[in-house]
């Protein structure tokens, strides 16, 4: 007999891979259509998918097919080596998942971007790809937010005028503690922040209370958890990124998207390799011995290589068998896992409600920030995140009951998303490290033997972002090549 909380989580749980089934079509169509728009490139040698792979040996082999495991065998195949690219989903595209809803393409996951990313906008650039200017999501009309779990409209431009100025004082110390933000380890100027949470540093903050309650929410859905559980330094560096100013913060986090989806950068970047991709199947154990690595699938393949690249994220390194085992540190942070674990959601009301900003801080776990993604006769259609990554994302009612705490007259008739913590290749969202484990990262992007660890986890500038894994995926692509040519 199981608890109520169990059946709820296991109710969850078929609730998301029922979407990821549902959701199948939509990716494999975009897959086929990008193979179909490939037949005018005759210099290309990408093929589509496979079942299995051709061969029992490669000179390298990537796990994973998000943003890095795909940058990574493209620098490995365009340098002449075999490469085979091995996805335990049934898509390309990792933390990011391009699909449909409401007759309109959406994402569910990893969006917006910036050209203060230096490695996803030479990629942009690389290929050409149209972005889509969202202005909407940065300059709303009604900014209503929750307190003491009532609504309360706030007049935009005061309120926001006070956030700015709370959020340029809480960064205050980020051009002295990151004065190269790709190198965030140039000073030990970070070590005197680094037991704070984001919650520490709020508190240190003389701020009115309906400021501190936006403030709060903000750096929440930022680091998709709790503000007591994330790292300052994180959200410190995001802002150093940035050019220290609230505009471009704004900006990178809710305006800039590629037009045609996530999976246009995806599809563009393994067209453009000579990398052999074979999609569903998970990998089960990884043996080191000599100057070979073996691998074995969950459905018994085996294949071997020379190097590999590990793209798995962050909070699953655990679930795979490696001999030698893992580096202790590396199986304890996995373990402890990052604290990015909420959700994200569409939702389509009848009524044309225009350009609203919702917020609420972390005490009101299946909302902190929602907005308008466009809005017109049939309705408008907003996009939600929150902290709490059990909340069923596609259950109509629970839906409609949160954004009626806001909007009561609002009725929403349909939603969508995605649950990425129970998603067992994810087991979360974005990365945001905790305290303690901010000053890891070199350790964690460390080889081991022939296995080489790229996601955007541990990326050193851009962590928790498409950029970071591009970042980390060429960086790693082009070791394992440097190796493999000596």
Request: hydrophobic residues 35%; glycine residues 8%; aromatic residues 8%.
């Amino acid at each position: 007999m199981t608890d109520k909380k169990s059946d709820n989580f296991s109710a969850s749980r078929r609730n998301m891979l029922g979407v990821t089934a549902a959701s199948t079509l939509t990716l494999a169509g975009g897959l086929s259509l990008s193979n179909d728009s490939m037949a005018a490139n005759k210099t290309s040698r990408y093929t589509a998918p496979r079942k299995k792979p051709t061969t029992s040996d490669y000179d390298v082999i990537v796990i994973g097919g998000g943003m890095a495991g795909v940058s990574a065998a493209r620098e490995t195949s365009r340098a002449g080596l075999r490469t085979l690219v091995l996805e335990a989903r049934n898509r390309l595209g990792g933390r990011t998942f391009y699909s449909k809803f409401a007759g309109e393409n959406v994402e569910l996951g990893a969006n917006y971007l910036h050209w203060l990313q230096p490695h996803i906008w030479a990629e942009v650039e690389r290929y050409a790809l149209p972005i889509d200017d969202t202005p909407s999501a940065v300059n709303p009309d009604r900014w209503i937010y929750l307190k003491d779990g009532k609504p309360v409209e706030a007049d935009v431009t005061v309120l926001g005028a006070k956030v700015d100025r709370a959020m340029t004082e809480y960064c205050e110390k980020a051009r002295e503690v990151f004065p190269q933000p790709y190198n965030p380890y140039l000073t030990d100027q970070w070590k005197e922040y680094s037991t704070l949470t984001i919650q520490d540093r709020i508190n240190q903050l003389k701020l009115d209370e309906d400021v501190k309650l936006n403030i709060n929410a903000i750096w929440s859905i930022m680091s998709h958890a709790k503000c007591t559980e994330g790292s300052f330094l994180e959200m410190l560096r995001w802002w150093a990124n940035l050019g220290n100013n609230s505009i471009d913060f704004n900006n990178a986090c809710s305006r800039y998207r590629l037009k045609n989806g996530t999976i246009s950068l995806i599809n563009a970047i393994i067209k453009d390799s000579t990398a052999e991709v074979v999609l569903g199947t998970p990998v089960q154990k990884i043996e080191q011995k000599h100057d070979k690595i073996r691998v074995t699938t969950a459905d018994g393949q085996t294949v071997t290589c020379n190097r590999l690249i590990y793209t798995a994220p962050l909070n699953t390194w655990g679930d795979v068998k490696f001999e030698p085992r893992l580096a202790e540190l590396k199986l304890r942070v996995s373990r402890e896992r990052h604290v990015g674990a909420g959700n994200k959601l569409h939702a389509r009301t009848k009524q044309n409600i225009g350009n609203v900003f919702l917020t609420a801080d972390d005490s009101f776990s299946p909302l902190q920030y929602c907005y308008t993604e466009h809005s017109g006769s049939s309705g408008t259609t907003l996009l939600s995140y929150g902290l709490d990554g059990r909340f069923d994302v596609n259950n109509l009612e629970k839906v409609s009951a949160m954004i009626k705490k806001f909007l009561p007259d609002v009725d929403v008739k349909d939603c969508y998303g995605y649950q990425w913590l129970l998603d067992p290749y994810s087991k979360g969202t974005w990365c945001t490290l905790r305290p303690h484990q901010f000053g890891l990262v070199p350790e964690l992007q460390k080889p081991e033997g022939g296995i080489h660890f790229a996601n955007s986890d541990i990326a050193t500038m851009w962590r928790g972002w498409m950029d970071g894994g591009i970042e980390m995926g060429i960086k790693k692509g082009h070791i394992v090549s440097r190796e493999l040519a000596s």
